[in-house]
């Protein structure tokens, strides 16, 4: 039960905003807080009740939902949607924190929020893939107007190529999805892991790159990713954390859950296709960023190219490797959605976001420097925060198997610090541009969002092993099953 | 024989009592010179005709009106069907402001004639009653799109009865082809009599089939017969527009199903063909849609790409198909005359059917710009709409029976369509109003909306009942 009271408190806070009048602003924001908060502390006690070293699915909720179609309502978490889960609950209550920067049509807002959460949550949580369908595509509606309606720039272009490219992608999955329902008459995820070794190999491969359209899609992989600098850019800064913390996360995890158990031939037959993509999003994504002059741009890049290590560590499909590509995944949920948090204090302060712009500004707001630099160096991969931890893992997995690819993707570990370090240079560096003269520095509130994430970051940097030993016998399983066959 | 009446009768009282229902409709309407008498004679006879249908006896072994029609679970569904596309039109001819308050009876009066003509379609098993049933659909549909007084929905009148009269004609030229080939009209015995067809007539047989389904193609829109849609559906008053967008299609598909089953030994030379004009009919509707600024025609254009998502559940040939046809029409049903309800409310405020009347919506009419958000979402096919179930049985059947085409289409589809549905919630929602009074939609109106917005979302999320009730349906032998 507690799976679905998870998935009930956003749900729930939403259905009460609705009932709200729209003037009643601190009454939606106290609510769309306690909801958050509450899943949150759901989200903590779950993870004390849970036993990392059993493999199979814990919490499990089984119930029958549309039984004429052997359709189930089935939650389960194990290792590998439990740092998701975690994730979700952890960068939904902080980015509903920074939501205060909202000014307009808040009952709106809050509602669709809260909504994407439940969107988000119910596709880590679920084991049947007619259900995981259904949170995957519910997670678009909010999220187009939440772009669509709060961002700025070219929005309503953005929401939209999100939506369309998303899409796409999804239908490409649904009919996967069909085919496989065709072909073993249960949408149990489970259950089909453990007969999908028995398909052929032409059917595993087709059904693998329709699942891997969908994911890629999400990821954003090379070269589907032109939805997301838009997005990233033109959504407002709590949407871009989510966008980037956990959004991303779901393709990545679609491949851990699905795409590799249940397509087990066809994941390794594509192994040199996911490892050169993954080098391709490294480096490209590294460079591109390299030349870009918007700050937030520039971050959203950075994204494509972290979520290469996650592809890489996942062709791998070595223990260190993919490891590395769920831990990458976490941090990058953490590091990026702190990144972008900055960006949206410097924003709301200066109204531009044009790097060129700044400069000296280390002097001027002491605090937010020091949290910049903080989380610049860990986007680098700074050996003592996490970043290093998965891009290291990655690519130590990566090498074993995919020698050449995991050679060029280094260049992208060198591209991240130069694409960072000028970061600092140009906006804390140099001599103060007059315009910043009166640039009020980082406040309590909005360090009250940064300062968790800038905490766990250490703390996994400084002692990963915590995050490690509760995926890591999921994994190993997970791999025993994909190579084992 | 008089057994056999005494039984045929007493299958058929939702019909008798619609038919006269509708002839005391137009009376009362005529008579009492405003639109209360007429609307509640109107409400009387469908509440009669439901209840009817409710407790109609288990269907008669034996062949009701001496095999002219067959009351079997397969039309029981499409009656039920045609009852609630009446009723809901009827809540939207009463919003409609529209229509004048004098003709009102006429309206609701024709509008219960064409729910008779379309329960009559789905229950044929004769050609006789099957052209006559698609008549009186298509008579009925003349006068209702002809009746404002002004010149677009003259011309409109005259170009659907144009074309709809050449349909006609060559449907029944094709039966006559197909009489003369068989000597048969019963459905059951052209089965047998296609079955024992000698090889060189089959040349023969696909003439008469294919100009049989050129008439039955002009009644769902299917292309190349669709070019009436538009204009007509543009011309004709919105609530009009709703039931021909929404009624004859689900009826024209019944006969259809039916139609082919009798000529099922000829499905291996047409089943191609159907594939084709499946493929053919969601990818034009869809293209050609994208184009449109008026919201009357962009639904018009939205309706063919709907039929050919249909048809998919037709062109498989399979009982999961029908299946997925069924459930897909109930679905269209809620989505479709919910658009249009959401459609009549903004017309009707702003005087103009641009597609711009929708801008700002959401600050105008916070409720109807949900629904219709939730209308428009559901024919995109998002979960967990009931949209969205409807699809997913029918790519299903597509996928099940190894035509992955139509799969593909069917997809391919669902991402152009997507465009120009969000195209009108990004007007409602993200551009803002050109003015900022609030719009308050009648209360029929607002019923019709909160019924079909249950309606979609309800049984999207509990599709099981629903699917229960089909399953029963397509499970019969249909001749």
Same mark, same amino acid.
């Given at each position: ?41 759901? +989200? ?38 439990? =740092?998701?889960?975690? /994730? ?21 807002? *809050? ?37 669509? %309606? ?11 190529? &999100? ?92 491949? $851990? ?82 990144? $972008? ?24 707001? @002491? ?63 140099? =001599? ?17 969002? %940064? ?35 | ?72 679970? &397969? ?129 023969? /047989? ?17 292309? @190349? ?9 543009? +011309? ?39 594939? +084709? ?36 559940? *037709? ?28 459609? %009549? ?46 699809? *997913? ?68 999320? &509990? ?17």
């Amino acid at each position: 039960m507690v799976l679905s009271l998870l998935l009930a408190c956003p749900l729930v806070g939403m259905l009460v905003i609705l009932a709200l009048p729209k003037t009643a602003v601190r009454a939606i924001r106290g609510v769309a807080f306690v909801a958050t908060g509450l899943a949150l502390i759901i +989200g903590l006690q779950l993870l004390q009740g849970f036993q990392p070293q059993v493999t199979a699915i814990q919490f499990q909720e089984h119930v029958s939902w549309i039984p004429q179609l052997n359709i189930y309502y089935h939650l389960g978490v194990d290792g590998i949607s439990m =740092p998701m889960v975690l /994730l979700t609950v952890l960068l939904g209550f902080l980015a509903c924190l920074a939501s205060t920067t909202i000014t307009e049509r808040h009952k709106e807002y *809050f509602a669709l929020y809260l909504l994407l959460e439940m969107g988000m949550l119910g596709t880590f949580l679920s084991l049947d893939l007619f259900l995981f369908y259904v949170f995957w595509e519910v997670v678009l509606v909010p999220m187009y107007f939440l772009i669509g %309606i709060w961002g700025g720039g070219r929005r309503e272009y953005s929401a939209f190529k &999100f939506f369309v490219y998303t899409l796409a992608g999804s239908l490409a999955m649904l009919l996967g999805i069909l085919a496989l329902y065709f072909r073993t008459g249960t949408f149990d995820m489970i259950a089909l892991a453990q007969t999908g070794h028995t398909f052929d190999l032409a059917f595993q491969k087709l059904l693998f790159i329709a699942f891997f359209l969908g994911f890629a899609i999400k990821v954003p992989i090379f070269p589907f990713h032109t939805w997301l600098p838009d997005a990233h850019v033109d959504a407002p800064t709590p949407i871009s954390v989510i966008l980037a913390g956990v959004l991303l996360k779901m393709g990545g995890y679609g491949f $851990f859950r699905i795409a590799y158990p249940i397509f087990p031939a066809g994941a390794q037959a594509f192994g040199w296709l996911m490892a050169s993509l993954g080098m391709i999003n490294i480096v490209y994504g590294a460079f591109v960023a390299l030349a870009q002059t918007d700050f937030k741009r520039l971050v959203a890049y950075s994204s494509v190219s972290h979520m290469g290590f996650v592809l890489l560590g996942l062709a791998s499909l070595t223990p260190e490797g993919m490891n590395g590509a769920m831990m990458q995944m976490f941090n990058h949920g953490l590091i990026t959605g702190g990144m $972008f948090l900055l960006v949206g204090v410097l924003y709301e302060r200066a109204h531009t976001r044009d790097l060129t712009a700044f400069g000296g500004l280390g002097a001027r707001v @002491p605090v937010y420097s020091a949290m910049l630099i903080f989380f610049s160096l860990a986007s680098l991969g700074l050996p003592g925060l996490s970043g290093f931890v998965g891009e290291f893992l990655s690519l130590v997995g990566g090498f074993g198997a995919w020698r050449w690819q995991t050679m060029v993707s280094v260049l992208g570990v060198i591209g991240a610090a130069a694409y960072m370090l000028k970061v600092l240079q140009q906006v804390l560096l140099g =001599p103060l541009n007059d315009t910043w003269k009166s640039l009020k520095d980082i406040t309590t509130w909005e360090l009250c969002s %940064i300062v968790p994430l800038l905490l766990i970051v250490l703390a996994l940097g400084l002692y990963p092993l915590w995050l490690l030993q509760l995926q890591d016998p999921a994994l190993r399983q997970l791999i025993a099953h994909v190579v084992g066959h | 024989m008089s057994v056999l009446l005494a039984e045929s009768l007493q299958a058929w009282w939702p019909e008798i009592l619609l038919s006269a229902g509708a002839l005391a409709t137009i009376i009362a309407g005529v008579w009492a010179k405003r639109p209360g008498p007429a609307a509640l004679t109107a409400w009387i006879t469908l509440a009669a005709s439901a209840a009817a249908l409710l407790s109609a006896p288990v269907p008669p072994a034996s062949a009701t009106f001496f095999g002219l029609i067959l009351c079997d679970p &397969f039309s029981l569904a499409f009656r039920w069907l045609a009852l609630g596309v009446t009723a809901v039109v009827v809540l939207l001819i009463m919003g409609s402001p529209e229509v004048p308050q004098q003709l009102r009876g006429e309206y609701l009066g024709i509008v219960l004639l064409v729910a008779v003509g379309l329960m009559l379609m789905s229950e044929a098993t004769h050609l006789l009653v099957a052209y006559v049933s698609m008549e009186l659909v298509s008579l009925s549909g003349y006068v209702l799109v002809g009746l404002l007084d002004d010149t677009r929905s003259a011309e409109a009148a005259l170009k659907y009865l144009l074309f709809g009269a050449l349909a006609s004609g060559i449907m029944l030229f094709g039966m006559s082809l197909l009489f003369g080939l068989t000597g048969q009209l019963a459905f059951g015995d052209i089965h047998r009599a296609v079955a024992a067809l000698d090889a060189s007539k089959t040349a023969a /047989l696909l003439v008469a089939i294919s100009l049989m389904l050129a008439g039955l193609a002009f009644k769902i829109s299917m292309v @190349p017969f669709h070019m009436w849609t538009p204009d007509a559906y543009e +011309g004709a008053p919105i609530p009009v527009t709703a039931l021909l967008s929404v009624g004859p299609k689900a009826a024209g598909l019944a006969l259809l199903v039916r139609f082919m089953t009798a000529l099922g030994p000829a499905w291996p030379s047409v089943g191609p063909l159907m594939l +084709g004009l499946t493929v053919l009919t969601m990818t034009f509707g869809n293209l050609v849609a994208l184009v449109q600024t008026n919201v009357k025609r962009l639904l018009a254009y939205s309706t063919i790409g709907q039929v050919g998502y249909l048809l998919i559940g *037709f062109a498989v040939h399979s009982r999961l198909g029908l299946e997925a046809l069924v459930v897909y029409l109930v679905a269209y049903l809620f989505m479709n005359l919910g658009v249009f309800a959401c459609v %009549i409310a903004v017309v009707h405020d702003t005087g103009s059917e641009s597609l711009e009347a929708f801008r700002g919506l959401a600050r105008r009419a916070p409720i109807v710009a949900c629904c219709c958000a939730l209308f428009l979402l559901s024919l995109a096919g998002m979960p967990p709409l009931l949209g969205f179930f409807g699809k *997913f049985l029918l790519f299903g059947s597509a996928i099940k029976a190894h035509l992955p085409v139509l799969a593909f289409a069917g997809v391919i589809n669902s991402a152009i369509a997507l465009y120009y549905y969000v195209n009108i919630i990004r007007l409602m929602y993200l551009v803002p109003a050109v003015q900022t009074r609030a719009l308050i939609p009648a209360f029929p109106l607002r019923l019709a909306l909160v019924i079909c917005a249950v309606g979609t979302l309800l049984l999207g999320l &509990f599709p099981n009942t629903l699917l229960s009730l089909v399953g029963a349906v397509t499970s019969v032998n249909l001749l």
